[in-house]
């Protein structure tokens, strides 16, 4: 009898399109919040899916694995950045969340970032979660409906409910608001742990907004490779069909969803950049997907990474191109892969070397 796939491996890939979202967009992460919570809803239950895979269904666990190390750079989060006539730079891999394991900076990452003069983030307005609400609210066409309709008349009654439901356990919001923001915002807050949620409705603060700390304490520049806007309407730009499914399909994952996100971490730690890619792109039966599916990914990869990827080594390049030591810190699915800011430093001459 050939083993039996968990039952978490069932469920089609559209749902991991929230977590890459919450992964690589610190705007999304930094408008997450819950309402009035105590210690004990920072306890986080998630457990390690890789783990179960490597047990239960081991051939789609060699698979992720094989995948992985395919993917170019797909292992490591630091990175030295040189270029003859300036002081060398550093590249960064983050994860927007706060937990506690992800706060405490390697000495090398602390090394890197006591050497630079200038850090610079995908927001600099991670420093200030009210600021980045205020312009959020400001863009109400990219996040809400404004023609009086809402998300339950583009979802089945079943979906609706099951959304809502989630909705009113994880959001800090009532659902008779939530119900007006469009999917892809909605998504953010049933996808994201009621742990983390916890976590920064009581302050704590996510790792881009430790580093900007830091990087004010110290009296650093702090400069933005994009803005709160341009996020907004990067994740606003897909295709509204495919964002109700990864919202209803994020939605019956339902607590499941933590276990994708302890994974991360734990993947996160191991510097295992590459199999966090790998292992998205497997959560589904067999790890194959429609022609329709691959084509919408793609369209997902293409706005929401590839031309944000183009963006940010722009703005490394005017970094070091004024003198270099500059400490750059975005998404770390950002760095891995042909697409890669990693790869596009690379091939645009610059000695890029894992730390």
Same mark, same amino acid.
């Given at each position: 009898?050939?083993?039996?796939?968990?039952?978490?491996?069932?469920?089609?890939?559209?749902?991991?399109?929230?977590?890459?979202?919450?992964?690589?967009?610190?705007?999304?992460?930094?408008?997450?919040?819950?309402?009035?919570?105590?210690?004990?809803?920072?306890?986080?239950?998630?457990?390690?899916?890789?783990?179960?895979?490597?047990?239960?269904?081991?051939?789609?666990?060699?698979?992720?694995?094989?995948? /992985? &190390?395919?993917?170019?750079?797909?292992?490591?989060? @630091?990175?030295?950045? %040189?270029? *003859?006539?300036?002081?060398? !730079?550093? =590249?960064?891999?983050?994860?927007?969340?706060?937990?506690?394991?992800?706060?405490?900076?390697?000495?090398?990452?602390?090394?890197?970032?006591?050497?630079?003069?200038?850090?610079?983030?995908?927001?600099?307005?991670?420093?200030?979660?009210?600021?980045?609400?205020?312009?959020?609210?400001?863009?109400?066409?990219?996040?809400?409906?404004?023609?009086?309709?809402?998300?339950?008349?583009?979802?089945?009654?079943?979906?609706?409910?099951?959304?809502?439901?989630?909705?009113?356990?994880?959001?800090?919001?009532?659902?008779?608001?939530?119900?007006?923001?469009?999917?892809?915002?909605?998504?953010?807050?049933?996808?994201?742990?009621?742990?983390?949620?916890?976590?920064?409705?009581?302050?704590?603060?996510?790792?881009?907004?430790?580093?900007?700390?830091? /990087? &004010?304490?110290?009296?650093?520049?702090?400069?933005? @490779?994009?803005?709160? %806007?341009? *996020?907004?309407?990067?994740? !606003?730009? =897909?295709?509204?069909?495919?964002?109700?499914?990864?919202?209803?399909?994020?939605?019956?994952?339902?607590?499941?969803?933590?276990?994708?996100?302890?994974?991360?971490?734990?993947?996160?730690?191991?510097?295992?950049?590459?199999?966090?890619?790998?292992?998205?792109?497997?959560?589904?039966?067999?790890?194959?997907?429609?022609?329709?599916?691959?084509?919408?990914?793609?369209?997902?990869?293409?706005?929401?990474?590839?031309?944000?990827?183009?963006?940010?080594?722009?703005?490394?390049?005017?970094?070091?191109?004024?003198?270099?030591?500059?400490?750059?810190?975005?998404?770390?699915?950002?760095?891995?892969?042909?697409?890669?800011?990693?790869?596009?430093?690379?091939?645009?001459?610059?000695?890029?070397?894992?730390?």
């Amino acid at each position: 009898m050939p083993p039996v796939k968990p039952r978490f491996w069932r469920r089609r890939s559209f749902a991991v399109l929230s977590v890459i979202a919450l992964a690589i967009s610190a705007a999304l992460s930094g408008l997450m919040s819950a309402g009035k919570v105590s210690a004990a809803d920072m306890v986080c239950n998630g457990t390690n899916v890789m783990d179960k895979l490597a047990k239960n269904s081991p051939e789609i666990a060699k698979k992720v694995e094989a995948a /992985a &190390d395919t993917l170019p750079n797909g292992k490591g989060l @630091l990175w030295k950045i %040189e270029k *003859q006539g300036a002081r060398p !730079s550093y =590249l960064f891999g983050t994860m927007h969340m706060s937990d506690p394991r992800l706060l405490d900076l390697t000495p090398k990452v602390s090394a890197a970032l006591n050497s630079s003069s200038i850090v610079a983030l995908e927001v600099t307005d991670v420093l200030d979660p009210e600021k980045m609400k205020q312009k959020a609210t400001a863009m109400l066409q990219y996040t809400s409906y404004t023609d009086g309709s809402d998300v339950t008349s583009r979802l089945s009654e079943a979906d609706a409910k099951l959304v809502g439901d989630l909705v009113s356990k994880r959001g800090s919001i009532p659902w008779f608001l939530a119900k007006r923001l469009k999917p892809w915002a909605l998504m953010g807050a049933i996808a994201t742990p009621a742990c983390e949620n916890a976590r920064k409705a009581a302050g704590k603060p996510f790792l881009d907004q430790k580093l900007a700390q830091i /990087a &004010d304490e110290q009296g650093k520049e702090l400069v933005s @490779l994009e803005t709160v %806007e341009s *996020q907004i309407r990067a994740l !606003s730009s =897909l295709p509204e069909p495919l964002m109700l499914t990864a919202l209803t399909e994020t939605a019956k994952l339902g607590d499941r969803m933590d276990d994708i996100f302890e994974t991360m971490i734990q993947l996160y730690e191991r510097e295992e950049t590459g199999t966090v890619w790998a292992m998205m792109r497997h959560l589904s039966p067999e790890g194959v997907k429609s022609q329709v599916q691959t084509s919408d990914y793609a369209a997902f990869q293409r706005e929401i990474v590839d031309k944000r990827n183009i963006i940010m080594a722009e703005g490394t390049e005017k970094l070091i191109k004024a003198g270099g030591g500059a400490f750059i810190a975005v998404g770390a699915l950002h760095l891995p892969g042909e697409n890669g800011l990693v790869s596009i430093l690379a091939q645009r001459g610059y000695k890029v070397t894992r730390q």
